[in-house]
């Protein structure tokens, strides 16, 4: 149950598909070229391998605890996060100017996945103090940066995302909690908050919380909801923790996975009233907590990734040791290891190739990010934007439902034992099942890829993709293997369902919305598959002509039969997809109500 | 979390699709009419929702205990089981000969289904049962079936199966246990079996254990197990229990889910030998296993329709209620209970869909077995049997595949509710994830489609069915509505793309065993699909044919909308499923063994 980094992959991603080289001509990122991915890459490596992992199934036998309002973490959470902290890793994308390495998301979501795989639990902490700083970075005022910043990007303290009330989930017009105004410019907090990830725990000397409250007299719905700082202990004027503030965890959850992490419910203002600071205006803070979740989504969908390829190599490990059964082809004498039966094979090349189809997704929106933030020039700024806006979804949606699947079928290759707790398979099982759901549901995804990405500018975006996936088509084509022929021809037919499907979608969203947002879900699983599988046919053109020139021959190969298999058995739905969506829109909601 | 059994789906499947009344006309059935169907699902209906259902959490947050040897099952099951003694449904099935009720199983299986929807971990124990009954009423001396039968029939004593070794799981020619010949014609057992169901217990006063084992000189491999049957208490002259045999329990497993089920690990023969008596003749043992698998390869079937179906009751009650958001078409002006959001409807009606779609097909799977036993023509015996066989691993393989997504659903309409372990949605995902593996992987049972059930009569009973479905077809197509229409299309073309691959199989079996194996599972899932939605499409017709009657309307209108659904999002799905098959079956194994 041992991790290693898939640092080949990673960095082939980097260096052919996110281009590093071009990201280190942007103004900012001159330092971040491919041996600085490398050597960072390396580094976390081995942070992760030997200290995170080894706690990842400590973190399920023995999780979190709550009591009296104290959260005692796993043991070794709290030395392995003071390891983080000290090696920089909370900075690692953060400006300079509060202490961080101002390296690019590029590199940064690499050892994000690296830190996932080791331990989801675990690395949910610094997955929402990246918000948090995120949101004061974006929206804060000098006064709020000054006094949060250093402390978060060093990994002193860590950082919540307040969202969730009991009657409020998905739906934030719902959100009750209440601000009241003081005379000295600060508010006063009160409210109950429920899911919050790592809002109570031992592992930091403070916790700044982003909540979202009403100030009195606010607009109702989602215009009405302003952004506060409120941190677990008050500032002093040098800057250490001070007075307790009031709001204090009542209860933490009881869990499917995820076990270590600990999930709070927050209560503000019980003794008084928590005290808060206002994050820029009011009434803008479900603006500025998409900025939180926009990062948070993607490293959602990044965790996906993570988890299932951790699955992913506990499974093939497995396979290659457990000895069953004579092969089909008579290749082996006797009883061979299950590797050798083919729908072993079938699933483990399933699991890699949804891994690596997602990975590089994952890793050109991150490159798009990039070049959104430090290209010099306005429009290639903007196209960038659209890009990774259009990819959010995505890499948070399929890749967190590919994770389902994935950790379904690790446990699968391990028959009857991976059924019991002792193999590890079901943890990753359990563990993954909340990604499709926090940091908005599948659904919540799919709203946004149809509503705000695809209806509002006509299909303009997702045509553009289309566009370029059909010049990897041509490329394919004309690199002419049976194997780019292959890809190239699965390619072809998803991406003509993928635009009817966008048009439908771009031409019906307002005529018929409930014929639209009945296909929405399938529709976000859909484009996920088209991207990543692009990807994979980029990827399969660069490992043909690396080797061709003889480098690194056998990993070329490999990436060529993985974007093969991945074409033929996963790409090869999207017709299928296509037909559900445009022409089955409406069985979806003939059934009454109450026939149900 | 209450239950409430499906009654009107359960007897319209009896009714319409199993045909009750046709079966009546059987000798030996001449009682089991409808009337006798409707009396005893609700009998059935009212134990397993006043008394097994409320046992469900309890046997999760409370599951069996080992402590010395003994096993503590979960308060409130052993008085749980005593009713269901008492109450006869162990022998609904088994011979009045032996205590039974002679029941068809069409009516039994229906009980079946609402029992493991109760509760899955506690209707293990009589699934088990029924097997050890059904191998010796098969197999067994004379003086076994005297001894044994009518407390196994009546409940009073428990049967467990004995397969599984440490090195030996889906591959049986491994087994190492083994008899040693007794003077007096008993064996002396020894060896180790794991993952033994309920293989010790506090809720019968005896368990009998059929043991594989070799007996010493037997050939290598399958064709050299035995069958034994092991009681842990030996019988005494007057049939009452007597000494302890030397067969014990040594731990039982931590499982992932189905806690309340304990998972035994059983050692005999450690004090000088387990006494068992041989069932049949030496070295049949598998022949007879087979027996008992195949009535629990059914079962464990019905298991997953079950807990699919549980997870559809809890997930339409709390979308019922749960209020949040507005509709996107406007119908309620604030926000609504999530039953409203399609994308909800979506998720609702592919668990109701795929759990109607299985019980449809389980239910035409019973009428066959039926059938098949007690038809007084041989050519109908016949038929009934290869199309039963056929089934069987589809019942098994793709209901159980189907309640990992339905569960996983099931989750996900209840948003991060359904990952706090108190909602209860989440016991659901984690108890159905056995299913896939017990009694045969999701894999092996594929083989056997592929192996036994296709390739050995050149495809013939598959293509019979495949004839049937374009019959229906027709039929469809001349109901002339717009539903029908719809259903006859997508099935159309999943029929087409299942014999485009039931030909690949039956010609490629022996000459690319890879690629064929390479597809068994994509192959099972596909039939599984087709036949379920065939069921479906023959459902159509009768709820069209009723509804102009006037008779229950709102049924037949939800049956229609249910079938069309499952045709347009579930059906269209077998095209795709085809190209995977036929054109991607190289790349499933063209990575190289040290790629991965």
Not at 25 to 51: H, I, R, S
Not at 469 to 488: F, H, I, P, W, Y
Request: proline fraction near 4%; aromatic fraction near 8%; charge should be negative.
């Amino acid at each position: 149950m041992s991790y290693t980094a898939p640092l080949k992959d990673l960095l082939f991603n980097i260096e052919h598909l996110a281009r590093i080289e071009e990201i280190a001509k942007l103004p900012g990122f001159e330092e971040a070229g491919l041996d600085t991915a490398q050597a960072v890459l390396e580094e976390c490596a081995k942070f992760t391998q030997d200290v995170v992992a080894p706690l990842n199934v400590e973190g399920d036998r023995n999780p979190s605890s709550f009591k009296a309002g104290v959260v005692t973490t796993t043991p070794g959470f709290k030395d392995a996060f003071a390891q983080y902290a000290a090696g920089g890793w909370q900075g690692l994308q953060h400006p300079a100017d509060f202490g961080g390495q101002g390296l690019p998301k590029t590199i940064g979501a690499a050892c994000v996945e690296m830190l996932n795989s080791a331990n989801l639990s675990f690395a949910l902490c610094p997955l929402l103090t990246d918000g948090a700083i995120e949101a004061l970075l974006t929206a804060g005022s000098d006064a709020l940066k000054a006094t949060f910043l250093e402390k978060l990007v060093s990994g002193e303290w860590t950082g919540t995302m307040n969202l969730t009330e009991p009657q409020a989930g998905s739906d934030l017009a719902l959100v009750r909690s209440r601000a009241e105004p003081q005379p000295d410019g600060s508010y006063k907090v009160f409210g109950t908050k429920i899911f919050i990830t790592y809002g109570e725990h031992d592992m930091a000397d403070n916790i700044v919380h982003l909540v979202l409250a009403r100030v009195a007299g606010a607009p109702e719905g989602v215009k009405g909801i302003s952004l506060f700082v409120c941190p677990k202990f008050l500032v002093n004027e040098d800057g250490s923790p001070g007075a307790r503030n009031d709001v204090h965890c009542v209860s933490i959850e009881h869990k499917m996975g995820i076990k270590a992490s600990p999930t709070a419910v927050l209560q503000y203002g019980d003794h008084g009233g928590a005290v808060g600071y206002l994050v820029g205006e009011e009434n803008r803070g479900l603006e500025y907590m998409f900025i939180m979740m926009n990062a948070a989504r993607y490293a959602v969908g990044v965790q996906g990734i993570a988890v299932a390829e951790r699955a992913y190599q506990q499974a093939v490990a497995y396979a290659r040791e457990r000895v069953q059964s004579r092969p089909v082809d008579g290749s082996v004498a006797g009883s061979a290891a299950i590797i050798h039966h083919p729908d072993v094979r079938r699933m483990l090349m399933t699991m890699r190739a949804n891994v690596e189809g997602c990975r590089a997704m994952a890793a050109v929106a991150a490159a798009a990010y990039d070049a959104a933030h430090q290209h010099p020039d306005a429009d290639a700024r903007q196209q960038n934007q659209a890009f990774y806006e259009f990819l959010v979804p995505l890499v948070k949606g399929y890749s967190t439902e590919m994770s389902l699947e994935v950790t379904s079928l690790g446990v699968q290759v391990h028959g009857g034992m991976g059924f019991i707790e002792e193999t590890g398979a079901a943890q990753h099982y359990r563990d993954a099942k909340i990604l499709t759901i926090y940091e908005g549901t599948t659904a919540i995804q799919a709203n946004d890829l149809v509503g705000r990405k695809t209806a509002r500018d006509g299909g303009q975006t997702a045509k553009a993709i289309a566009a370029q996936v059909q010049k990897t088509e041509a490329d394919l084509l004309a690199e002419g293997s049976a194997d780019a022929k292959a890809v190239a021809q699965r390619l072809s037919a998803a991406r003509e369902a993928f635009v009817d499907v966008v048009n439908f979608m771009a031409s019906q969203s307002r005529a018929a919305p409930n014929a639209v947002y009945a296909g929405s879900v399938p529709y976000l699983m859909l484009a996920g598959n088209l991207v990543a599988g692009w990807q994979l046919g980029r990827s399969l053109l660069v490992a043909s002509e690396l080797a061709a020139k003889g480098q690194d021959v056998a990993f070329m190969q490999a990436k060529i039969a993985t974007a093969r298999f991945y074409a033929e058995h996963i790409l090869s739905k999207a017709p299928g997809a296509r037909d559900a969506i445009v022409e089955g829109a409406d069985s979806v909601t003939a059934l009454a109500l109450d026939a149900f």
